[in-house]
């Protein structure tokens, strides 16, 4: 990853209205999906548009340090399959604060023969794995917590999957199901998931299942409480990572919160990534939304009035820091609801945005799954110091209260590095009308 050096605290100038052109960089989620996928596949596959960040960096080190090779050049990754073996019979993997790595990778370790230890920062000891580890014992594994407290460092004595039948809860991140998925085609036999619980982000469990079709294993599902894997390969092929749904989300409410209008190039109604449900909400709330395939165009409502309204995000929670701030400016409350697993992110965002929403004057109720938000009376004098919580999405969401309200500063704005290094550029290079 480019190193990008950042200030303390950022400083947003107020902008728009926008009519601006945007291309966002490649999808996070399908990069680590397709990282996995492609490092268990029989052969060598080309991954093209991937992402270039801390969350993908730190995937890329650990398949090499597992002896799969993965080459950069780029947003280009060329991956060197294994077929299903892990070459190193050793290692201890440190991922940093990516939830996606941590979790895929330890389902990837064990299938292999030998001992590993995955670890992260402080907050990633706090994100809860023991799900995903009881299950994965189910099927033959042998890990356990090296503290004895459901969080990591992982460690995993790994002698291959016997595969059966399992149960995996869903109450909590769609990840662990995604993490059993993508290596369940090379356990010993047929695998069985079932889901426990109401399964969260059902859209992060699509991608996974379309992903591993294009790779050539088909799954056999019942609704999204039971998931039949059959032994299989994955063969290599080359793949095209579309854009960042959950990035452009930012450049849509960018264009919400400053007036006019914005475009992103490459994420349209064809995505099949989740987030770009946003759109949709956002269309709700006042805004005109043209798209094709590939591109969507978000205008604001002519002036820059936006709608309230009640919107279940359990789907798409990682846009909900973003649609919170974006209520600020609407014409009546905006009910954010159904979004428990926000509080086991890489930080409570539930708890974060309501302490950094209230900086601005805003009346805001939090409540066990969800956050009202009234829109604000009168705009904040001074400067309103914002606090990020080592939170990529908060820093990236609140800083587009900041396109409207000046003196908005963003502390710790290095955070963004984690899915996207030159979010803060790219915002301030947007164009006015």
């Given at each position: 990853?480019?190193?990008?050096?950042?200030?303390?605290?950022?400083?947003?100038?107020?902008r728009?209205?926008?009519?601006?052109?945007?291309?966002?960089?490649?999808?996070?989620?399908?990069?680590?999906?397709?990282?996995?996928?492609?490092?268990?596949?029989e052969?060598?596959?080309?991954?093209?548009g991937?992402?270039?960040?801390?969350?993908?960096e730190?995937?890329?080190?650990a398949?090499?340090?597992?002896?799969?090779?993965?080459?950069?050049?780029?947003?280009?990754?060329?991956?060197?399959?294994?077929?299903?073996?892990?070459?190193a019979?050793?290692?201890?993997?440190?991922?940093?604060?990516?939830?996606?790595?941590?979790?895929?990778?330890?389902?990837?370790?064990?299938?292999?023969?030998?001992?590993?230890?995955?670890?992260?920062t402080?907050?990633?000891?706090?994100?809860?794995?023991?799900?995903?580890?009881?299950?994965?014992?189910?099927?033959?594994?042998?890990?356990?917590?090296?503290?004895?407290?459901?969080?990591?460092?992982?460690?995993?004595?790994?002698r291959g999957?016997?595969?059966?039948?399992?149960?995996?809860?869903?109450?909590?991140?769609?990840q662990?199901?995604?993490?059993?998925?993508?290596?369940?085609?090379?356990?010993?036999?047929?695998?069985?998931?079932?889901?426990?619980?109401?399964?969260?982000?059902?859209?992060?469990?699509?991608?996974t299942?379309?992903?591993?079709a294009?790779?050539?294993?088909?799954?056999?599902?019942?609704?999204?409480?039971?998931?039949?894997?059959?032994?299989?390969?994955?063969?290599?092929?080359?793949?095209?990572?579309?854009?960042?749904?959950?990035?452009?989300?930012?450049?849509?409410g960018?264009?919400?919160?400053?007036?006019g209008?914005?475009?992103?190039?490459?994420?349209?109604?064809?995505?099949?990534?989740?987030?770009?449900?946003?759109?949709?909400?956002?269309?709700?709330?006042?805004?005109?939304?043209?798209?094709?395939?590939?591109?969507?165009?978000?205008?604001?409502?002519?002036?820059?009035?936006?709608?309230?309204?009640?919107?279940?995000?359990?789907?798409i929670?990682?846009?909900?820091?973003?649609?919170?701030?974006?209520?600020?400016?609407?014409?009546?409350?905006?009910?954010?609801?159904?979004?428990?697993?926000m509080?086991i992110?890489?930080?409570?965002?539930?708890?974060?945005?309501?302490n950094?929403?209230?900086?601005?004057?805003?009346?805001?109720?939090?409540?066990?799954?969800d956050?009202?938000?009234?829109?604000?009376?009168?705009?904040?004098?001074?400067?309103?110091?914002?606090?990020?919580?080592?939170?990529?999405?908060?820093?990236?969401?609140?800083?587009?209260?900041?396109?409207?309200?000046?003196?908005?500063?963003i502390h710790?704005?290095?955070?963004?590095?984690?899915?996207?290094?030159?979010?803060?550029?790219?915002?301030?290079?947007?164009?006015?009308?």
């Open positions: 990853m480019p190193a990008t050096h950042f200030p303390d605290t950022l400083t947003i100038t107020p728009g209205p926008l009519a601006a052109r945007v291309t966002i960089p490649g999808s996070k989620s399908l990069t680590n999906r397709a990282l996995i996928v492609a490092a268990l596949a052969g060598v596959s080309t991954l093209y991937c992402l270039i960040a801390e969350d993908s730190v995937m890329v080190r398949l090499n340090q597992l002896g799969i090779l993965v080459e950069v050049d780029g947003s280009t990754f060329t991956v060197h399959g294994a077929g299903g073996t892990i070459p019979d050793s290692a201890d993997l440190d991922v940093r604060l990516s939830g996606t790595s941590i979790r895929f990778l330890a389902a990837l370790v064990s299938l292999g023969q030998g001992a590993y230890r995955l670890d992260g402080q907050r990633m000891r706090e994100r809860p794995i023991g799900d995903l580890l009881t299950s994965l014992n189910q099927l033959g594994a042998n890990t356990r917590n090296e503290a004895d407290n459901d969080c990591p460092p992982v460690v995993i004595e790994a999957l016997q595969g059966g039948t399992t149960q995996i809860a869903g109450d909590k991140s769609s662990f199901l995604s993490a059993l998925l993508m290596s369940a085609p090379y356990a010993e036999r047929e695998v069985a998931l079932e889901v426990t619980g109401v399964l969260q982000s059902k859209p992060f469990v699509d991608l299942l379309g992903l591993m294009d790779f050539g294993v088909q799954v056999q599902q019942d609704g999204y409480s039971r998931f039949v894997i059959p032994s299989g390969r994955y063969q290599a092929r080359n793949y095209a990572i579309e854009g960042d749904a959950t990035a452009a989300g930012y450049f849509w960018a264009a919400a919160v400053a007036g209008e914005v475009t992103v190039e490459n994420v349209g109604h064809a995505a099949r990534q989740g987030d770009k449900r946003l759109m949709y909400v956002l269309r709700d709330m006042g805004c005109t939304l043209t798209t094709t395939a590939t591109s969507s165009t978000l205008r604001a409502p002519d002036g820059g009035v936006l709608k309230g309204g009640t919107f279940d995000l359990n789907d929670p990682d846009q909900a820091q973003t649609l919170a701030v974006v209520a600020l400016f609407a014409d009546s409350p905006v009910h954010i609801t159904n979004v428990w697993n509080r992110k890489e930080t409570d965002r539930l708890r974060a945005v309501r950094e929403l209230v900086k601005f004057g805003a009346q805001v109720e939090e409540g066990d799954d956050i009202l938000i009234y829109p604000l009376k009168t705009l904040p004098k001074g400067e309103v110091h914002i606090d990020t919580y080592g939170d990529h999405r908060m820093a990236m969401a609140f800083a587009l209260a900041g396109l409207r309200i000046p003196g908005v500063v710790d704005p290095q955070c963004v590095t984690k899915t996207f290094p030159d979010f803060f550029e790219r915002l301030a290079n947007l164009q006015g009308a």
